[in-house]
């Protein structure tokens, strides 16, 4: 199982960013997929969860009506769309696949004027 996250990056509060996860090594239309994140100094928290069929996603109250998961079966990439961004927001972002207890190495996304 690989999971390799992009499109971090520094944005003004406010704005938009798009976090991608290409999965490998695993079929990953079959199973369901999260996005963490983890503040310096703070846990990791679960931020957005989506079933296996896209039908069903939650997320954490903080993030809810601002982010939006999704998910390309296709392509096996996993998407995390970001918008109206908090400087709370600030942290390393990570792809998950809970099945198999699997992360990514993380993407930074910091939220600063």
């Known amino acids: 199982v690989q999971l390799v996250e992009s499109g971090g990056g520094l944005v003004q509060p406010g704005g938009s960013l798009t976090l991608s996860c290409a999965a490998s090594g695993f079929t990953f239309g079959s199973y369901n997929m999260r996005w963490y994140r983890q503040a310096p100094g703070k846990e990791r928290e679960l931020v957005a969860h989506?079933?296996?069929?896209?039908?069903?996603?939650n997320y954490a109250d903080s993030v809810k009506g601002r982010f939006t998961i999704s998910r390309d079966d296709g392509q096996n990439i996993l998407y995390l769309r970001m918008t109206s961004l908090l400087p709370d927001d600030t942290a390393v972002y990570y792809c998950?696949?809970?099945?198999?207890?699997?992360y990514g190495q993380g993407t930074q996304v910091t939220v600063s004027s």
């Open positions: 998950n696949a809970p099945w198999f207890g699997a």
């Open positions: 989506i079933a296996r069929t896209g039908a069903s996603t």
